[in-house]
Structures are given as structure tokens and as C-alpha cells.
């Protein structure tokens, strides 16, 4: 089912130019199991194959690859960001004590980092960041209720830089893409299990800490 997926993306929607590249990042980021790089690197070796490596050749690639794409992705990615606004603080008051965060300690964490402004910040390096997979960041925003203009504004701009490192590695590699996106999403299943020890080493320890008090 994912080459006949991959293969349409490929075939009939990339070839529609810049609205196909939007269309195909839109879907990319909401069916999960589809690489993530996949039609980045695609419509990197589709437009701009075997042309050189000129000032003039990446500001095409950003025009038509990297801002479609990063439009595409932000929307898709509401999705998860609209579930985890509206049914994780219901989830945590309900299953919290199951896994040793409450939603108490979700409003202390919401506050914290409404002081420091780092909530942004960490959104803008996750989306930036190939190892981490795009689901991380757009549950965190959501869970912690960050104001939608601020989401939106800077998933776009770390996705921008994501896109555009995608789309010059399909530009570079030609038809070996394939496999570079296969070895990319192998690595956000990586940053995935990373980020699942982290979230159960926190769990372990909160109820050590609790039967200790």
C-alpha cells in the first residue's frame, strides 16, 4: 500500500508544480506511516535535477519546494495539535495518576514556560530538526495550549528549514532519494523511541520520588 501511495504522490500529484508539492506535504504529514521526506525529496529531484548548485537554482528551490511544502506541513500537522489541545487535558485528569503526570502538573508546566518563553523555542528546533519526528512537537503545542498564531508561526519557520534541507538532499542525490527518505524516517522512528524512554524514565521516576515521600 506505501509504494502504490508513494507512487501516486509521485505520478499525479507532484506533477501539479507548486500546488502539488503542497498538496503532497499536506497529506505526507497527516497519513503518519508515509516518509516524512519523502515528497520534499521528491519535488526536489522533480524540479530542479541535474541543474547546478547556483544562488539562483536554491532560491528556486525555496520558492517552489520549501515554502509549499512548509505550508503544507503546518496545516497538516493542526491535526495533531487540534487533538492534543482539546482531549489531553481531559486524558491527563482521567489517566494521569496511571502514568505520574496530573493535569496540576500540566498547569505548573504551562506556567513555567509562559515565564521563560521557551515553549516557541522548542517548537522551532523540533520542526527544524529532521531526527525529530513532527508529531513530538505539534502534541507538545497542543497539550500545553500554546495560542495557535504562535504555533503556526513558528512550525512554519522551523519547517522551512526541514523542507529545504529535504528538498537539496532529493536535488543532490537524484534518484537515490528514495532511500535517503527510507534512512530519514528510519531516524525519527529513533528520535520516536528516544522520546517514548524519556516520557517513561520520567514516569519511573516521579513514582519513585512519590513513594519516597
Known sequence: MLETLVTWLQSVILPLGVTGVFLGSLIEEVIAFIPS???QMASGLMFLGGQPLTASSFLHLFLIVSIPASIGVTIGSLLVYTMAYHVGEPALEKYGKYIGFSKYQLEKLQ???SRIRTDELLILVARALPIVPSVVPSAF????KMPLKSYLFFTLIGTLVRTTIYG???WQVGTLYTTY???TDHVELIG?????LIIFGYIIYKKRKNRVY
Open 37 to 39: 521526506a519523502m515528497v
Open 111 to 113: 506556567k513555567k514556560l
Open 141 to 144: 503545542a497542543g497539550l500545553i
Open 168 to 170: 537539496f538532499i532529493g
Open 181 to 183: 527518505a527510507k534512512e
Open 192 to 196: 520516536s523511541i528516544i522520546v517514548l
